[in-house]
């Protein structure tokens, strides 16, 4: 690349701020969850970001929000790109961090007079986190064809609210049809989001691949019953099914290599002190780097609970709220990232991540390729979420590299 050309630091910092006061917690985190009116405010200030650049700025039916800066030719886009909402008790830079970088790298590219050869989009993808409507990467998902955007919009969330009429509600049912854009490749830049790179003394992280997701959704019905009366060996209860459930997930964990596990909802009804449990709700977040211990797992869990009924008589059923497989990026651009980076003078290492990404869904369509910068405290889902201003930098600048090496191949 053209060697001095660089992110504007202080720019890219303050565009996150900006953001971040938007479904600003008083924790210091950020609530945006996807279609509400929060996520709303961020889409407009997105929008009018991206629209002062001059770049050329479109919605589609799901809600993704593309900004197209114009090459020298016709043909498939380097994209960039992540997404703005958040969990319910969110930090301020998960997925924040990628869309404004990806804005920062047109915006760098536009201050240099620099028109690539290709043409590149930054993409702000709708419902990322799962955290409001399932599966999470939605937007992407359907951007990527894998669900239909009827399907999509059929989503409801847990008050029974159905995601199209949100997205009509907050004014983004936009006219394109997701995909409309067709990639010549991926990248994102996103905070690592657990303990790895701080742990390994700092540096960035090109990103191998994501793990394989398995989310699922138990119901459990027992029978409720009086909680002073009922004997011990009379009761049907359904909490005590779902928190058995909880540990043998938990358990699994030991044998199973690479295996993860988390039950972060469980919804007790009628949930009273004095009442045995009629029914419990609860998820399953199970990952593994590797599809084969995942399908292991589930079907260990599946097996339990199986038994669990035929024992206990709780009737149980299951749901899938999302299922990826595990998703390796494309060594080329990996690689890039790599050069990039060297090219800065900054330590990378590879790695595998964690979390699900937009890119997961990307991939589906073009070669991908990820950047992370270090969480501090290993911290993510969390209100206390920090990477610093100084790794933020040197994360865009890479993605800068990358990305205009990409445009101009
Ligand atoms: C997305 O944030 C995930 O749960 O991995
Ligand atoms: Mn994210
Ligand atoms: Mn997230």
Known sequence: MSTNLRIDGARLV????????????????????ALTDEDKQGRDWLLSQMQALGLDVKVD?????????????QGPAVI????????GTGGRFDGALGVIAG????????????TPKRDMAVIAFTNEEGARFHPDMLGSYVWAGGMSVEAAHAEKDSEGVVLGAELNRIGYHGPEQPGFLKAHAYLELHIEQGPVLEGDGGGLGAVTGIQAICWLELTLRGRPSHAGTTPMAYRKDPGLAAARINIFANELTKTISGQLANSGVIRVEPGNVNVVPERVVMSLDLRNPND??????EAAVRKFCAELSERD?????????????????AEELIAGMEA????LGLPIRRMISGAGHDAQMMSRLCPTAMVFIPSIGGLSHNPAEFSTDEDMVKGANVLLSAAWRAANA
């Open 340 to 343: 990039s980076a060297a090219e």
């Open 61 to 73: 039916a799901i809600g993704n929000i593309v900004g197209i800066l114009k090459g020298q030719q």
């Open 80 to 87: 960039l790109g992540s997404h703005i909402d958040t969990v």
């Open 292 to 297: 084969a211990p995942l399908a292991e797992t």
């Open 103 to 114: 804005v920062e790298v047109l915006a760098a590219l536009r201050d240099a007079g620099l």
């Open 313 to 329: 008589g709780i009737e149980i059923s299951f749901r899938d709220l999302a299922r990826f497989p595990a998703t390796p990026f």
């Open 14 to 33: 303050s565009r996150l701020e900006a953001l971040s006061r938007i479904g600003a917690t008083p924790e210091g985190g950020c609530r945006r969850l």
